[in-house]
C-alpha cells in the first residue's frame, strides 16, 4: 500500500480482555518495527522484525506481549490479559532495510483499558 | 541514563524567532541521526537526516558533532505552523538488524 496501515484507529477494552493490533506494513518494506507512546511520553521500542530473521524482542514489557509477521508482510501485536497501565497508543513503522533514513509510521492504534 | 536525551521545554518563542534544540546520545557505535516532528496526536514524521558535515533543508539546520555525542537542530524563521514537538533519533545495529531510538522529544510553540 501507500502507506502504514494501522486497525483499529482505537480500541477501548475492559480490563483482562485479550485485544490483537494490526500492522500492514508498506509493501516491499521488509523491516517493521512495533513502538508505544504512553501520554505525554516518548516512544517505548517493543519489538523489530526483519525478514526472515528472529524478531527482536527485547522491549516486549511482559511475556503478556507478543507479536508474530505472517507471510514477511503483516503484523499483529497481541497483549493478553489487558491492564490499564497497558493504555497507550501503539505505533507500528516499517522500513527498507539497508536504508539508512528513517522510518515510516503508521497511525497508529489508540488502545484503552478501563 | 536515557540512550537519547532531550530537554523537553516547552519552548515558547515568537514567529520569525530562532530557535535551537539539542540532544545527547550514549551510544558511541550510533550510526545515524534523524530528526522527526509529531504533531499533537499524531504519528512522528521523518523531518531531516542529519549528516556529519552538517546539512540543511530551507529554514532548518542539522548539526551533528560525533566527538561530543551531540546533535542539534535549529530552526530560523519559525512559523506558526513549526509548532510541534520535535524527537532526537539515534539509528544502531543491532544483533537482529537496525533500531531507531526515540528521545522523549522537545515541545516547540510558536505564538503571534
Known amino acids: 500500500g501507500a502507506g502504514v496501515s494501522q486497525s483499529p484507529s482505537n480500541k477501548v477494552t475492559e480490563k483482562g480482555k485479550d485485544v490483537e493490533l494490526r500492522c500492514d506494513p508498506i509493501?516491499?518494506?521488509?523491516?517493521l518495527y512495533w513502538y508505544r507512546q504512553s501520554l505525554g511520553q516518548g516512544l517505548e521500542f517493543l519489538i523489530y522484525?526483519?525478514?526472515?530473521?528472529?524478531?527482536?524482542k527485547s522491549g516486549l514489557p511482559s511475556d503478556r506481549f507478543s507479536a508474530e509477521r505472517t507471510g514477511g508482510s503483516v503484523s499483529t501485536l497481541t497483549i493478553q490479559r489487558t491492564q490499564q497501565e497497558d493504555s497507550a497508543v501503539y505505533l507500528c513503522?516499517?522500513?527498507?532495510?539497508?536504508?539508512?533514513?528513517?522510518?515510516?509510521f503508521g497511525s497508529g492504534t489508540r488502545l484503552t483499558v478501563v | 541514563r536515557k540512550e537519547v536525551e532531550q530537554d523537553p521545554g516547552p519552548f515558547n518563542v515568537p514567529e520569525g524567532a530562532t530557535v535551537a534544540f539539542n540532544c545527547t546520545y550514549s551510544?558511541?557505535?550510533?550510526?545515524?541521526f534523524f530528526w522527526y516532528r509529531q504533531d499533537c496526536r499524531k504519528e512522528p514524521k521523518l523531518l531531516m537526516s542529519v549528516y556529519s558535515s552538517g546539512n540543511e533543508d530551507g529554514r532548518f539546520t542539522a548539526q551533528l558533532n560525533r566527538a561530543s555525542q551531540y546533535i542539534s537542530l535549529l530552526i530560523r524563521d519559525s512559523k506558526l505552523s513549526d509548532s510541534a514537538t520535535y524527537l532526537c533519533?539515534?539509528?544502531?545495529?543491532?544483533?537482529?538488524?537496525?533500531?531507531?531510538?526515540f528521545g522523549t522529544g522537545t515541545q516547540l510553540k510558536v505564538e503571534l
Open positions: 509493501s516491499g518494506h521488509t523491516a
Open positions: 551510544n558511541s557505535a550510533s550510526q545515524s
Open positions: 533519533v539515534v539509528r544502531t545495529v543491532t544483533g537482529g538488524g537496525n533500531k531507531l531510538t
Open positions: 522484525f526483519q525478514g526472515n530473521s528472529a524478531p527482536d
Open positions: 513503522a516499517s522500513s527498507l532495510v539497508g536504508r539508512v533514513d528513517g522510518y515510516t
